[in-house]
């Protein structure tokens, strides 16, 4: 077996590197620096599949003509706190921006506001725009569709996304974010697992021959991903999408998985100001106790961790900023070759 190398790259250099790779298409300044300080932040807090890993893919859009750097969301349609935009094949991350912002603009006003997106670009990692809203002390609420890459409960064939949800709680200084994908693990954390020569885990989907297993490699060939839950984690892929296409008057996986790749897909971006409801004032603690009745529970082991959606974030954060993102030399090598 090979053996994988990891380096360190300080927020700073890689966010350099990013804005240098993007200068070259035809993003302005400063959606470029927007766009890199996104992929950044995603690599600090240790989504490294929908961050550094990512950016090759992104880079590779851009070449293809899938991503359209200068083009902006327009509006369709708007009706009291609920507005639907069309993402006219934008960068996904920057459209996903513009949307969670809008969407705190509603809520400012409204209480609540809820903006759609057809017609987008993958938002890379869906937990930055939970942190975005609950640094503005929002909760949060988003999903996307994809493309079909994971089987119906019962199902042989892929006709599901994974279809990744979002739920933020401002906390503190910090939050509470929940990032999950329909699937067990997602393609971008199969692929950095089989990247590092690892296996899953836990069972993550199928091979081949229908057999459950936890490698990943299998699984990326045979396209079966296990759903989260087994069929509830199926069904609620299903209504994701469903809700996602209505919405925004998009397109649903079905139809997204007939392009030519992942693009054109529908997402939702919700935002509630709880500034405005009674008890706001005694958030905090009311969080500090479930969060303590929380860290009670027994560990299984001695290594095991009971942990908050959002706080492995935190510490990777953290953790990163003083040491450096650790990256894989290949992964560093292709980007810097661009």
């Known amino acids: 077996m090979s053996v994988v190398k990891t380096i360190r790259i300080s927020a700073a250099e890689m966010k350099l590197h990013f804005i240098k790779k993007l200068s ?8 470029a620096e927007k766009c890199a300080d996104i992929f950044t932040q995603n690599s600090l807090d240790g ?14 859009f851009l070449k293809k003509g899938y991503v359209m750097p200068k083009n902006k969301p327009t509006l369709k349609n708007r009706l009291g706190v ?5 993402g006219a094949s934008g960068p996904g991350p920057l459209n996903a921006f513009f949307a969670t912002n809008r969407a705190l603009e509603l809520a400012k006003e409204f209480g609540i506001g809820c903006v759609t997106l057809s017609n987008t670009n993958h938002w890379m990692r869906g937990g930055y725009y939970g942190w975005q809203a609950a640094k503005k ?7 996307t569709n994809t493309t079909a890459i994971m089987p119906a409960w019962g199902a042989k064939n892929s006709k599901l996304g994974n279809n990744p949800l979002v739920i933020s709680i401002p906390y503190h200084d910090e939050a509470i974010v929940l990032d999950m994908s329909m699937s067990q693990f997602s393609y971008g954390a199969m692929e950095l697992t089989e990247l590092k020569n690892e296996k899953l885990p ?6 081949n021959n229908g057999n459950l297993t936890n490698d990943p490699s299998l699984i990326l060939k045979s396209l079966r991903t296990l759903p989260v839950g087994f069929w509830k984690g199926s069904g609620l892929s299903f209504v994701l999408d469903v809700m996602a296409a209505i919405l925004s008057d998009g397109l649903a996986v079905h139809q997204v998985a007939q392009k030519e790749d992942e693009i054109s ?33 027994t560990p299984i082991d001695e290594e095991s961790q009971i942990r908050f ?28 070759n661009l």
């Not at 836990?202 to 091979?207: F, P």
Request: proline content about 4%; charged content about 30%.
């Open 202 to 207: 836990v069972t993550g989907g199928y091979d």
């Open 137 to 143: 002390e929002h909760i949060f609420i988003g999903w």
């Open 24 to 31: 070259a298409f035809d993003f302005s300044s400063e959606d």
């Open 265 to 297: 897909c529908s997402q939702v971006f919700i935002t509630i100001d709880p500034k405005k409801l009674l008890g706001y004032n005694d958030k905090d603690n009311v969080i500090d106790e479930i969060v303590k009745d929380l860290k009670s529970s």
């Open 82 to 86: 609920i507005e639907q935009w069309d």
């Open 309 to 336: 959606p959002g706080e492995r974030a935190i510490h990777n954060r953290k953790e990163n900023t003083e040491k450096g993102v650790p990256v894989l030399e290949s992964v560093w090598n292709e980007i810097l």
């Open 47 to 60: 989504v490294y599949s929908h961050g550094v890993n990512r950016f090759p893919r992104f880079i590779d």
